[in-house]
């Protein structure tokens, strides 16, 4: 069964509008998640690590600002995108450590900013 | 130079051939060892995982880690036409699923 559920799978909105998007860890507590963003046939690209009960820490050229994490429980955190904008169209995926094997990752957000 | 390189393909071959999917890497530190599998608009899966040089079997799937040569394969018996997807290999200096590197990743065709 999933390991970590992401919510939601698409999104459609409009420029200048705030998208969320969650990520829960099913099967076990995870003090930190990872946020990752894919363009198509690239690989992927970590955004930031969400730290539980603490600020999220972000990857060199990622807007804070724009991309707002929170990680208020042991088994959900959420990114924000803020302001949305056609150049945020994007893949979006995250990741629980896997405890001892490797990490998984929930089953993406596409979203589409028009 | 990328840290770890992965041929982006498309590989295309036909049901029941064997794959062979590589990844080169030039950081040694690189302790553990991963392939996900990704198919279209979905997260990565977990295949296979590794620590330090030698081979690992999972059903049709073998893993195998070369720490001297820094080069880790993943092959595929049997191939299916459900097996058609991109495969990514990552690796990290740790065990505790972060600070993972990815190669690029290499789509797999089988054709029936």
């Known amino acids: 069964g999933a390991v970590v559920s992401q919510h939601p799978s698409w999104v459609i909105c409009k420029s200048g509008t705030s998208v969320k998007i969650e990520c829960r860890s099913l099967?076990?507590?995870?003090?930190?998640m990872f946020w990752y963003r894919q363009f198509p046939k690239q690989s992927l690209m970590l955004m930031a690590t969400?730290?539980?009960?603490?600020?999220?820490?972000?990857e060199q050229g990622v807007e804070k600002d724009k991309f707002l994490i929170n990680h208020a429980s042991l088994t959900l955190s959420t990114l924000t995108v803020t302001s949305a904008h056609p150049e945020d169209s994007s893949f979006y995926i995250c990741?629980?450590?896997?405890?001892?094997?490797?990490?998984?990752f929930g089953q993406g957000t596409r979203l589409t900013v028009v | 130079q990328k840290e770890v390189e992965q041929d982006p393909g498309p590989l295309s071959v036909p049901e029941g051939a064997i794959v062979s999917l590589n990844c080169t890497y030039s950081?040694?530190?690189?302790?553990?060892f991963m392939w996900y599998r990704q198919y279209s608009r979905k997260g990565p899966e977990l295949l296979m995982y590794?620590?330090?040089?030698g081979n690992k079997e999972d059903g049709r799937f073998t893993a195998q880690v070369d720490k001297s040569s820094k080069y880790i394969s993943l092959f595929i018996r049997d191939s299916q036409p459900s097996d058609s997807a991109t495969y990514l290999c990552?690796?990290?200096?740790?065990?505790?699923?972060?600070?993972?590197?990815f190669g690029g990743g290499t789509r797999l065709m089988v054709k029936p």
């Open positions: 590794t620590y330090s040089s």
């Open positions: 990741s629980v450590p896997g405890q001892g094997r490797g990490a998984f």
């Open positions: 950081n040694s530190a690189f302790q553990y």
């Open positions: 990552a690796m990290s200096y740790n065990n505790a699923g972060n600070m993972l590197t």
């Open positions: 099967d076990f507590q995870a003090t930190t």
């Open positions: 969400s730290n539980e009960g603490s600020k999220a820490t972000y």
